[in-house]
């Protein structure tokens, strides 16, 4: 779960699509630091190993546009052998050049536009939601947490069960502390390479 956060995170920064007036850098310092970032992540796994984690993620869009990119540029490389740190810096700039190409395909774009539409979606449904509960309780409390487990314990939680867990016995502490009051709550769970896994909360009491 973390490696595929961590490359998820690598991936979409190499994304020109939607960025607005923000344009991607294409100068050469940013794409070397773009594929340093992607290269530490696929530094000592053998391509066998790299290519069978895209496929079990390939529900996100960036990562379905790095299983489309990987066939052209692997179909010499050995699928055994673990990629030194040179040879994990080569690929990682093979990958961005193909990546390119794949954004600016049709599949790219529809990928992320896609995913772009499903999270409007799924925001328009919460503010919905918020303004139903807020019309049947004039006086809703909104909470706003964000929960982590700290630097000295994020590495050592490395699986999607273990996160969900932890979060329903944490959920389960506040319906039964708050159960007078508590309405429901939103949630979302991210990865972020300083701060690890984590949630961000809100939390509806009446």
Not at 96 to 119: C, H, P, Q, T
Not at 164 to 174: E, K, N, P, S
Not at 180 to 195: C, M, N, P
Request: with cysteine.
């Amino acid at each position: 779960l973390v490696w595929l956060e961590q490359l998820q995170s690598a991936l979409q920064s190499t994304c020109p699509i939607g960025r607005g007036k923000k344009k991607l850098s294409m100068a050469p310092h940013a794409r070397v630091r773009r594929a340093q970032k992607l290269a530490a992540l696929l530094e000592g796994m053998a391509l066998s190993e790299v290519i069978e984690r895209v496929r079990l993620a390939k529900s996100d869009p960036h990562i379905a546009c790095l299983d489309r990119a990987l066939p052209s540029i692997l179909k010499d490389a050995s699928m055994t052998e673990h990629l030194s740190s040179g040879a994990a810096l080569t690929l990682a700039m093979e990958i961005l050049d193909e990546l390119m190409v794949v954004y600016a395909s049709w599949f790219g774009r529809s990928k992320i536009d896609n995913a772009r539409r499903e999270r409007e979606r799924a925001c328009g449904a919460l503010v919905k939601r918020m303004l139903a509960f807020k019309r049947r309780y004039p006086k809703l409390m909104v909470i706003r947490l964000d929960v982590g487990y700290g630097q000295q314990y994020a590495a050592l939680v490395d699986s999607s069960h273990e996160i969900l867990d932890h979060w329903c016995d944490l959920l389960h502490a506040i319906k039964e502390g708050f159960a007078a009051s508590f309405l429901g709550y939103a949630a979302k769970i991210e990865y972020g390479v300083r701060k690890g896994p984590h949630m961000h909360l809100m939390l509806l009491f009446n």
